[in-house]
């Protein structure tokens, strides 16, 4: 094993150790924190959750760190109908985000997510580094159903918002360190402080490590164990009050992650063609070539076995109010990035399918916004322009009987197609927007609002693969108008009701692996979609509190991926647009407190989501066939109880609890692929001092160490799973504030 810096928890220890104490603060009670007022800015303006005409989650800094969520993927536990995965290449930096069945497990270039995640406002490309850690956020909000007015492309499912606190906001300096079973080890610190009148400034530096769970047992000195996590990354921001209207804010942020590949097995399924060598099928394998421990890994390809990502990003946005009607926002950002990865899909020590892999993107992106607010009405109005340029390269890969050591088949004497195999593919995507979005207040109780987008992406991208002649050059472009209307009326002062009808746009694009030729290199089309929702949300009582919404999405060419090992010449991924799909559900979000000292918040989501119709001469999606990775329930329940000590102390309790029902790994059926329910349970018990600036906690995560898969890929003669890396850990995490 490597060794592992160490001395950025060293440092956040030390500062521990060195700085005064807070004052002592007001305390609350668990009731007062449940049902604290909680704003968003999910339409790009600052409004009520309760008022918003949309479903949405906020998930706050003070929930995240109590349900232990130190990542994207764990939020993807607690909000209803959202489900997160990380399958691509293994990768722990990768993040599949699927909302109300719609979403991409898929991380190559030519690939866009169905879900947009944004940092604070600007978008994030690519699935792969979208898993964040969340050491400095403020809140995470998710929007669910399409976002096509003020989010635009590529935000089919919704749109998840991470909001990291601005520096001035507190004069503070947050020091955590935490220490865990499987060899976890953290430490995170984090500085806000206002300079000078007109100068403030936030930083914040994690790192984290956890040992594997597996090893990858024929190597003799591996880079990683297999689900070893190690992880350093930092933002810093500085924000300039220039005048009392004008307000500029910079930002820089880091990450490098060193990894484990994530767990990953396979399971024998019956062979395809046993008497047909060029079908695809591996019958060499057999169950005792597989590890004992499914966790272990038997390739013998050095360096498979670890995953690496490094990026690192830049954002300025300035805000200026040119006077009491209307106000100007300018972002503008770039962002680099690049990781190493790959699978040996057959899991075992033979040579016969195994594909390195490594990859890149670099952003830019400028928005400009004008906003205006009247007695009685608000809009939104702004041009956008975003450019992607990347790659995703692969080789030497193995794939039997196409490409093979020596250039011979596994029986090491009848010649293959020649040789390893290389692959290369890139795209540059040049996207361009204009989007208008207002509200009207009719009356005291009625609100009438819609917005209007309109979307242009052109994409230009080529790929040589070992069945093509040459590299291939395609272009293609795409454009849509969406649209969004929306009505809410206050029955009350604590409870509203909205209806809306929302249409989104999903860009169209390249599949990722042709490998069966460059007739398969061909751009497939954009998808179209209506949603139609009604929700009530509010105070329902004194002591509880409620978000409801029930949906109808109608989809129009929904572009589903899956792959086809028999398609020749490697891993074929096949991209075509299934003709109608409809997904139709309900979410219901509660927050209850029994007493000022105990509440329950819960999450349940049902969606039920399937292919309509097929168009004439698509292959292997059928009706009836559901989306991929798109779970029928999904739970979260959440108590927690406050204990007052007589020398002003408390101790809280926290508990969490997860499920998630059972699956299919691909849009196209196969009973291989179902992937089976799962239910996490974790707990944190903390205690907090008097003075509200010193808080221990003893924490569980997933604590009946349920090992459950995250993708299941049927291939030739297998099923490949990728299995979670959520294991089973406990520990103590120490926290400290002090004032500046």
């Known amino acids: 094993m490597q060794s592992r810096p160490l001395s950025y928890l060293s440092m956040a220890i030390f500062a521990a150790l060195s700085m005064p104490a807070l004052a002592e603060q007001e305390k609350t009670t668990a009731k007062d924190d449940a049902f604290e007022k909680i704003e968003i800015t999910a339409r790009k303006r600052t409004e009520s959750i309760f008022e918003s005409p949309t479903a949405v989650t906020s998930i706050g800094a003070n929930l995240i760190d109590k349900a232990n969520m130190s990542n994207l993927e764990d939020i993807g536990k607690y909000v209803p109908n959202l489900n997160i995965t990380r399958y691509g290449v293994g990768n722990a930096a990768h993040a599949s985000v699927f909302i ?51 989010y635009g492309r590529n935000t089919l499912g919704g749109a998840v918002n991470i909001i990291t606190k601005q520096p001035g906001d507190e004069d503070i300096v947050t020091t955590t360190a935490k220490l865990g079973s499987r060899g976890r080890i953290a430490g995170d610190v984090y500085l806000n402080n206002t300079l000078t009148d007109q100068l403030s400034m936030s930083a914040s530096m994690s790192y984290k490590q956890r040992d594997g769970v597996g090893q990858a047992v024929n190597l003799v000195n591996p880079e990683k164990e297999i689900g070893e996590e190690q992880e350093l990354s930092g933002r810093v921001a500085i924000k300039w009050q220039a005048h009392s209207d004008l307000s500029l804010l910079l930002s820089v942020d880091a990450v490098d992650n060193e990894s484990g590949q994530s767990p990953y097995t396979i399971e024998l399924t019956a062979p395809l063609d046993a008497n047909d060598p060029f079908n695809g099928d591996f019958p060499l394998l057999t169950e005792d070539m597989l590890p004992t421990n499914p966790d272990d890994l038997a390739t013998t390809v050095a360096g498979i076995e670890s995953t690496s990502y490094s990026g690192w990003g830049t954002s300025f946005t300035a805000d200026w109010d040119i006077n009491n009607t209307y106000a100007a926002k300018f ?59 990347g790659f995703t390269r692969s080789g030497p890969f193995v794939f039997s009987p196409f490409n093979t050591p020596n250039g011979l088949l596994n029986d090491g004497v009848t010649p293959s197609f020649g040789g390893y195999g290389n692959f290369a593919i890139n795209q540059e995507t040049n996207s361009y927007a204009a989007y208008i979005n207002g509200s009207y207040d009719v009356n005291n109780e009625l609100s009438i609002g819609g917005g209007l987008r309109y979307s242009k992406d052109k994409k230009q991208a080529d790929a040589l693969f070992p069945s093509f002649p040459e590299r291939k050059y395609v272009s293609a472009d795409f454009d849509a108008i969406t649209w969004d209307v929306n009505a809410s009326y206050q029955l009350s002062n604590d409870m509203n009701v909205y209806g809306q009808v929302q249409k989104g746009y999903q860009t169209g694009g390249f599949p990722p692996r042709p490998f069966g030729g460059p007739d398969q290199f061909v751009s497939f089309d954009e998808t179209k979609a209506i ?40 891993f074929v991924t096949i991209v075509e647009n299934a003709g109608e799909s409809k997904a139709q559900g309900i979410e219901l979000e509660t927050t209850i407190a029994l007493t000022d000292d105990f509440t329950i918040r819960s999450a349940i989501g049902y969606l039920d989501s399937e292919i309509t119709k097929v168009d004439e001469g698509v292959q292997g999606i059928g009706e009836g066939d559901s989306p991929a990775l798109t779970p029928r329930w999904t739970i979260m329940v959440a108590p927690s109880y406050f204990i007052d000590l007589a020398n002003g102390a408390t101790v809280a309790i926290n508990a969490n609890y997860s499920y998630r029902s059972d699956m299919q790994g691909q849009s196209v059926f196969n009973q291989s692929e179902q992937i089976d329910s799962r239910e996490l349970v974790g707990f944190n018990i903390s205690y907090l001092n008097a003075y509200g600036d010193m808080e221990v906690t003893l924490y569980g995560e997933n604590v009946l160490n349920e090992v459950y898969d995250v993708g299941r890929l049927q291939q030739s003669g297998f099923v490949g799973v990728m299995r979670s890396n959520d294991r089973s850990e406990f520990g103590i995490k120490f926290k400290k504030d002090f004032e500046l």
């Open 100 to 150: 109300r069945g719609i979403g991409l497990q898929d991380h190559i270039i030519t690939t866009d997510p169905g879900v947009g995640v944004y940092l604070d406002g600007v978008y994030l490309g690519r699935q792969m580094g979208s898993n964040l850690s969340l050491p400095n956020v403020d809140r995470v909000e998710v929007l669910r159903g399409p976002q096509g007015t003020l």
């Open 531 to 570: 949603n139609y929702e009604l929700g009530l949300k509010g105070q329902v009582h004194d002591n509880i509190s409620m978000m409801l919404a029930v949906f109808m999405t109608d989809y129009t060419d929904l572009a589903l991926p899956f792959s086809d090992p028999t398609a020749g010449g490697g």
């Open 331 to 389: 972002i503008t950002s770039y962002r680099s990035s690049e990781y190493e990865g790959g699978l040996d899909d057959d899991a075992v020590a033979l040579n016969l399918s195994e594909f390195p892999e490594q990859g890149g993107a670099d952003q830019y992106s400028f928005e400009i916004q004008l906003n205006g607010s009247y007695a009685n009405m608000d809009f939104v109005s702004g041009l956008y322009y975003f450019n992607e340029d």
